[in-house]
């Protein structure tokens, strides 16, 4: 199993950035898809989640109205489109799947985000 996060970077705040996950070696359509994010000296804290189908998803309150997750099970991709950046936003964003009855799950190498002028 492997997933691969792509797009972080700097941005300023205010700015947007659209993060996504590459899933491979699983069948994507059984695992919830997450994201979490962990900013230095503080606990991985869960951002987003997006279930199997129907898909519903949930955010984190911090980030609600301004971050969307969704996920294309053809391509067995997960997005997070974050918007209204704050410095505060700035952690190192990872990429979960967690299979549907919960009995496994995989993570990704993170990718890092920065917002600051």
């Known amino acids: 199993v492997q997933l691969v996060e792509s797009g972080g970077g700097l941005v300023q705040p205010g700015g947007s950035l659209r993060l996504s996950c590459a899933a491979s070696?699983?069948?994507?359509?059984?695992?919830?898809m997450k994201w979490h994010r962990q900013a230095p000296g503080k606990e991985r804290e869960l951002v987003a989640v997006i279930t199997i189908l129907p898909a519903h998803t949930s955010y984190a309150d911090s980030v609600k109205g301004r971050f969307t997750i969704s996920r294309d099970n053809a391509k067995n991709t997960v997005s997070l489109q974050m918007n209204s950046l704050k410095p505060e936003d700035t952690a190192v964003y990872y990429c979960c799947a967690e299979y549907y009855n919960g009995d496994r799950a995989y993570w990704g190498q993170g990718t890092q985000v920065t917002v600051s002028t």
């Open positions: 070696g699983l069948t994507f359509s059984h695992y919830h």
